[in-house]
């Protein structure tokens, strides 16, 4: 059904033939009482699933106590907040500037190395062939896929991109010494659900370090706990040197953060946001933090993914997968020649699952970590089902 005032909605995605009403955990409804198992959680933001009791709780709590204070003022639910992941992330003596979105956070990881280079004579930050970095005009520019910056062009040409995984050409791209920065989604979410090898990521933190540039890291879509750590480079027991985070962290509110060490955080003026960090965004943070905490849910996003890979590669039917591959909750399934990743998701949809693509060729799940093995089983079977009715 068509919605009254949908067509004043400007066509920036092209959205799926379903209008969605209600949630509980990793089920919604659509506005004709039908139910679907979601692995889309609102693109892997939805860390806790849908209308999480604690997180409701907290969102009513903080939405009865204060308004908007803009950041003129402190508030408890923002200091708190900073002071958690400050608790919670490797870096030294970190500082936390709250947003409103990815694109955001990764606009100020951009601004930030900037300030940091320009004095120095670095201007250059090098990002990866393929890589994502949201929609906003830098981050844009810092995006490694050509067809999203063509139409905007010319936009900054700060950046300079080499191939992922490359060890050879991110040595070339750093020779020149002009580099203020690299920076990379340790796992390339909407480039396919790419995970970079772990020893290269490590051989980029010794590089940086050799040549005197930061690493910065977009842990956006696979960060705060999306991939089994609170940041996805630990994997490779890696410390970066500048984090950006959103997504998961907000639970499903509007959430962003760039995290960074004390010597490297903007001072008064060179940096703002009217939203970012409000009392109720920052309370249902905390929520989605505590949650994960107290619930064990880092071990159950790991295995679960585990678990969700297995499955795929054991169940899909023969020819319709080039490749499984993921971390924790992140998942990317490459489909076969001849198959496109859109049909199977709406293949999906017919049989009550909800998933996304990244890119024309990779179906991907992004579900709530609350995510059970029942749950698991469930998508396996719509997904197999639907590749197989595809392939067909």
Request: negative net charge; glycine residues 12%; contains cysteine.
């Amino acid at each position: 059904m068509t919605l009254p005032g949908e067509a004043s909605v400007m066509t920036t995605y092209a959205r799926y033939p379903v209008t969605l009403v209600r949630g509980e955990g990793l089920r919604v409804w659509d506005d004709e009482g039908r139910t679907y198992l979601d692995m889309v959680g609102g693109l892997g933001a939805l860390s806790l699933g849908h209308c999480h009791p604690d997180f409701v709780r907290a969102v009513d709590r903080a939405a009865r106590t204060i308004g908007l204070t803009s950041n003129l003022f402190a508030t408890p639910p923002q200091a708190k907040l900073a002071a958690t992941l400050a608790g919670l992330l490797p870096l030294e003596d970190p500082r936390v500037f709250f947003c409103n979105s990815g694109a955001e956070a990764n606009e100020g990881v951009i601004k930030l190395v900037r300030k940091w280079g320009l004095p120095r004579g670095r201007h250059v930050i090098i990002t990866l062939e393929g890589s994502f970095h949201g929609r906003t005009m830098a981050a844009l520019a810092a995006t490694g896929q050509p067809p999203k910056r063509e139409p905007f062009e010319p936009i900054h040409d700060w950046f300079r991109y080499v191939p992922p995984g490359d060890v050879e050409a991110l040595k070339g791209a750093l020779e020149p010494g002009d580099a203020a920065a690299v920076f990379l989604e340790p796992v390339m979410g909407e480039g396919g659900v790419i995970p970079l090898d772990l020893g290269y990521l490590r051989e980029v933190r010794a590089l940086c370090d050799e040549h005197g540039a930061l690493f910065a890291v977009d842990e956006v879509q696979a960060g705060t706990g999306r991939c089994g750590h609170w940041l996805s480079i630990s994997s490779a027991d890696v410390v970066p040197d500048v984090v950006a985070l959103a997504k998961a962290l907000g639970g499903g509110l509007p959430m962003g953060a760039l995290v960074a060490p004390a010597p490297l955080s903007f001072a008064p003026g060179e940096h703002a946001s009217t939203f970012g960090g409000g009392p109720v965004p920052s309370a249902a943070a905390l929520a989605v933090l505590d949650t994960i905490e107290r619930d064990g849910l880092l071990a159950n996003v790991a295995a679960m993914g585990e678990l969700l890979r297995a499955e795929v590669a054991r169940l899909a039917p023969a020819g319709t997968l080039v490749e499984v591959r993921g971390r924790g909750l992140l998942n990317g399934f490459q489909v076969a020649p001849g198959i496109a990743a859109h049909d199977v998701v709406m293949a999906m949809l017919s049989r009550g699952a909800l998933a996304s693509t990244a890119g024309p060729d990779t179906v991907r799940f992004t579900p709530p970590y609350t995510i059970t093995a029942a749950e698991v089983d469930e998508a396996v079977k719509a997904l197999s089902d639907a590749l197989g009715e595809v392939a067909s």
